[in-house]
């Protein structure tokens, strides 16, 4: 496969994980899964991490119209701050978004009086009229966006903002080339991407998924902006429990790959099939010492993060009940198994319980709260390294 931003044949491969079904594709009933090869390689021409075979476009589109992705937010009020004292920046500017993930940004503006501001609409701008269609459309479409079509009801933006979309997008280059259309000459186009430096070097299986087909890190991301023609005006990186995010603020230069580097060194990532095996074999023995001991698996939690730390260990035969609070989801089956989705008051009755948790860090500690106030005997163990509750 060519690199996804430099269309060079130059893509190294770094571990085929295996092959699974779309994280989000839950079952009614026991049915063959469709799967794909969810491998990662590296460019050697641009150093950037990216999945070396994608999943058909298509297959990553919701079989239900109520999936959904939440990111952190505990961030925002200081991003809208450094935003609304950005040089021509005021209460008159317009300020934008591209999808639903910045409707709480853009929310965060109007209580502090900016009151022209305006996101891309997905069934009148973007022609999307299936309302299953999630960001794997909304991509698509603002790559082969109709600009005259969005500017003549929305005037463009003085600064538009972009949060956790950009690693999703096919073609790259040219979904870059619309979000600068959509901005004035002297606008701002801010980009927000999880950073995938620590899970690359400390094999956080989570942060793999079929649906990022890029795993930026801070350098390789300024290198991709500054070849598109965009120059840094900004950079910060907000520090969460589990997953880091990039803040970079940048606007249209005047020369094309201002400053950009091309020898750039390769990110450090310790994902291979020899710890692989290694991670995989200590992580079932853990389990099943608990299994000896008359304990219930429990996995807590159903997103696309805790499907992907089951596939890629392999633990579906390990795991006695599924559990997800999310009403939409009870009684489907669990993509890549037979294992049914239950509500969490079915722990109630189980004497020893070890709790897979796999969710972010704020869910992490409502769930342990409730849990320790009905149990006694339970154990808690985490997907995520980063988690004190770690299995590593």
């Not at 809208?80 to 940004?105: C, F, M, P, Q, R």
């Not at 020899?274 to 389990?287: A, P, Q």
């Amino acid at each position: 496969m060519n690199c996804i931003i430099c269309k060079k044949k130059k893509i190294k491969k770094i571990i085929n994980f295996g092959n699974f079904p779309v994280s989000h594709k839950f079952k009614k009933k026991n049915q063959k899964d469709k799967k794909y090869s969810l491998q990662i390689g590296i460019c050697k021409e641009c150093k950037l991490i990216q999945l070396s075979k994608l999943f058909p476009v298509n297959e990553l589109k919701p079989k239900y119209d109520w999936i959904n992705y939440n990111e952190p937010e505990e961030h925002l009020n200081k991003l809208v701050k450094k935003i609304s004292t950005l040089k021509n920046i005021n209460k008159n500017s317009i300020i934008a978004g591209v999808s639903y993930k910045e409707i709480s940004l853009i929310n965060r503006f109007k209580k502090i009086g900016f009151v022209n501001n305006w996101i891309l609409d997905m069934k009148k701008d973007l022609n999307i009229k299936d309302k299953k269609s999630n960001l794997e459309t909304i991509q698509d479409k603002i790559s082969n966006i109709n600009i005259k079509k969005i500017t003549n009801r929305k005037k463009k933006a003085d600064v538009l903002i972009v949060r956790h979309i950009l690693e999703h997008s096919y073609n790259t280059v040219n979904f870059i080339k619309s979000l600068k259309k959509l901005i004035n000459n002297n606008g701002y186009l801010i980009f927000e991407v999880p950073d995938c430096k620590d899970p690359l070097i400390t094999r956080d299986y989570p942060a793999i998924w079929e649906e990022h087909l890029m795993y930026f890190t801070q350098n390789t991301l300024k290198a991709l902006l500054e070849k598109q023609g965009l120059k840094i005006i900004y950079f910060e990186k907000y520090k969460y429990p589990y997953e880091d995010v990039l803040i970079f603020i940048t606007k249209i230069s005047d020369y094309k790959y201002l400053n950009y580097k091309k020898n750039l060194l390769l990110p450090k990532v310790n994902f291979n099939l020899t710890s692989l095996k290694k991670d995989r074999n200590f992580i079932r023995n853990k389990i099943k010492i608990y299994r000896e001991k008359k304990y219930t698996i429990c996995l807590f939690g159903t997103g696309h993060a805790a499907c992907t730390y089951l596939n890629i260990l392999k633990l579906h035969d390990l795991i006695d009940l599924v559990v997800d609070d999310d009403n939409n989801k009870k009684n489907l089956l669990l993509p890549n198994s037979n294992l049914k989705i239950n509500n969490s008051s079915n722990l109630k009755n189980l004497e020893k319980i070890l709790v897979i948790l796999g969710v972010n860090s704020e869910s992490e500690k409502k769930i342990i709260n409730k849990l320790n106030i009905i149990k006694k005997k339970i154990k808690f163990y985490s997907i995520y390294n980063r988690s004190k509750f770690s299995f590593k």
